[in-house]
């Protein structure tokens, strides 16, 4: 059974990306998570030696990290914990190993602009899927889909404000 955890800290090492013969995607880099304290003593703020561990991310979560990751980043990251011990050359240690499930940007620290990933689809797929949407209308049923005009331009929203009320209106927008 392994043990659920979430982490907060900072990427320490270069995101390593990788792809076994199989063809399992797969993500590695150290996470530095430091822990700040009140000293009661000095009335200051100080570091504590932070916690290292090894985390491992698979598939399309290794992917999106590829393209999203770098050194030094601030990330939540969220998976299953496993303490190991190890020895090589003689020498002996204890690893702590994160499988990420999940792994996001710490917002306290930065901003981001979201951008969702196409699906793995096959060829085939993607483009009957591509024929049907160019030629379907927007429906309520999906949130995240752009409103289409009758000509099945995007709209978006004009952030003019006519001068009756400041209504904004849906416009055609070339995307």
Request: charged share 30%; hydrophobic share 35%; aromatic share 6%.
């Given at each position: ?45 100080v570091e504590s030696d932070p916690n290292w561990y090894s985390v491992s991310a ?81 429906t309520d049923d999906d949130a995240w889909a752009v409103p289409r005009s009758d ?25």
């Open positions: 059974m392994n043990d659920l955890l979430t982490i907060v800290g900072n990427i320490a090492s270069d995101p390593q990306h990788t792809i076994t013969p199989s063809g399992v995607s797969i993500l590695n880099f150290r996470l530095a998570s430091n822990h700040r304290r009140f000293d009661n003593k000095t009335g200051q703020w698979f598939r399309r979560l290794a992917d999106n990290g590829k393209l999203s990751l770098a050194r030094g980043d601030s990330v939540i990251v969220s998976g299953k914990l496993r303490v190991r011990d190890w020895e090589s050359n003689g020498r002996r240690g204890t690893s702590v190993d994160l499988e990420a499930d999940t792994i996001g940007p710490d917002l306290r620290f930065g901003t981001v602009r979201y951008a969702r990933s196409r699906s793995e689809r096959s060829a085939d797929d993607q483009n009957e899927n591509d024929e049907a949407s160019d030629s379907a209308a927007h000509d099945n331009v995007p709209l978006a929203l004009d952030t003019t404000q006519d001068a009756a009320g400041g209504e904004r209106e849906l416009a055609e927008v070339p995307f």
